[in-house]
């Protein structure tokens, strides 16, 4: 059973260790979780790369330039160098991946490399971003994050990013966003998904989202991929079983969400795992707990199926 992940931070660990003199193969590195051999093992068909740029130590004046760099490290050593990884450049793509293909969707997490510069968003979707989260954790020009005290929502230039993103059929994730943008994006995105978020009804953290925020995301047709994170998933937890992530999935069917589930792991941007799911080829031991629960076509839609019938196009 193949799977749809729809967000991993190879970008930045493969940037870091670029800055760092030290060169990471892609292919079978360890250090990268969601290397080629791992996609592969965990029968990943689709693979979302974000660019994240770390505010707390990128001076503002370096960011466009590290999220640039970072878009080339895509193009580079993700699809460049691999046959087997195909570029999702539009999303009829991923439609016609051949069955030993993997597609590979660049996106945005954060738009502080941009500024105040919404051209610099269209060169980013020149470069295949189909995905874009407003901020991180903290507050930038377009938004408040989950973590940002004051908790405000969307900035004028946060709403015109959203309806470019409409207008480009370019996914707007909700994930970091504070609880007012998060309502914000709702009311202007076209195309809203929580591309790495769990609920918070069981667990409360602010990463998570509360149940009317699911509601609202259910009730659009939006996707909600769930991060398997242990923080995420188990308050105080730095470890989890799939048990601890069946309770979400649990949490989100009985709100009427069977249809808009799937994962978005986090790997690589993350500190701790779930019990035997080390990395993405951990997604073959998932899927079989999970079909140990729910029904076959329940897992096919939770895995892959969900997310493909909601994307644009």
Request: with cysteine; glycine share 6%.
């Given at each position: 059973m ?23 193969d ?18 990943v ?10 505010t ?25 160098k ?32 941009i ?23 903290p ?25 470019l ?15 007012q ?23 409360d ?8 925020q699911?509601k ?28 601890d992530?069946?309770?979400?999935i649990?949490h ?7 249809k ?5 792991s986090?790997?690589?941007g ?31 839609g ?12």
């Amino acid at each position: 059973m193949k799977v749809i992940d729809t967000h991993c931070d190879a970008l930045l660990k493969l940037q870091t260790a670029r800055l760092g003199q030290k060169q990471l193969d892609f292919r079978n590195a360890p250090e990268i979780e969601t290397n080629l051999q791992r996609l592969e093992a965990g029968n990943v068909a689709v693979q979302f790369f974000a660019i994240f740029v770390d505010t707390e130590n990128v001076a503002t004046t370096d960011q466009w330039k590290y999220a640039q760099e970072q878009a080339a490290i895509f193009h580079e050593e993700i699809v460049g160098k691999n046959e087997k990884v195909r570029f999702i450049r539009n999303w009829k793509d991923i439609r016609s991946l051949a069955p030993d293909e993997i597609g590979a969707v660049l996106t945005l997490e954060g738009a502080e490399a941009i500024g105040n510069d919404l051209e610099k968003l269209k060169t980013l979707y020149q470069m295949g971003v189909k995905s874009v989260g407003l901020t991180w954790n903290p507050a930038n020009l377009c938004a408040d994050g989950a973590e940002e005290p004051r908790g405000a929502g969307l900035t004028r230039l946060g709403k015109e990013a959203v309806q470019l993103n409409n207008a480009n059929e370019v996914l707007t994730d909700v994930s970091h966003l504070s609880v007012q943008a998060f309502w914000d994006v709702m009311e202007l995105a076209d195309y809203p998904i929580a591309s790495h978020s769990n609920a918070r009804a069981i667990c409360d953290h602010p990463r998570n989202l509360y149940d009317d925020q699911l509601k609202a995301l259910i009730d659009k047709k939006a996707p909600i991929h769930f991060a398997l994170y242990p923080v995420f998933l188990k308050k105080g937890a730095e470890t989890a079983t799939v048990a601890d992530l069946l309770e979400h999935i649990d949490h989100v069917c009985a709100l009427g969400g069977e249809k808009n589930i799937g994962f978005g792991s986090d790997f690589d941007g993350i500190r701790s795992y779930i019990d035997h799911i080390p990395d993405a080829s951990g997604y073959t031991y998932l899927l079989n707990e999970l079909q140990k629960h729910y029904s076959e076509e329940q897992v096919k839609g939770f895995a892959y199926q969900n997310i493909m019938n909601m994307l644009p196009g």
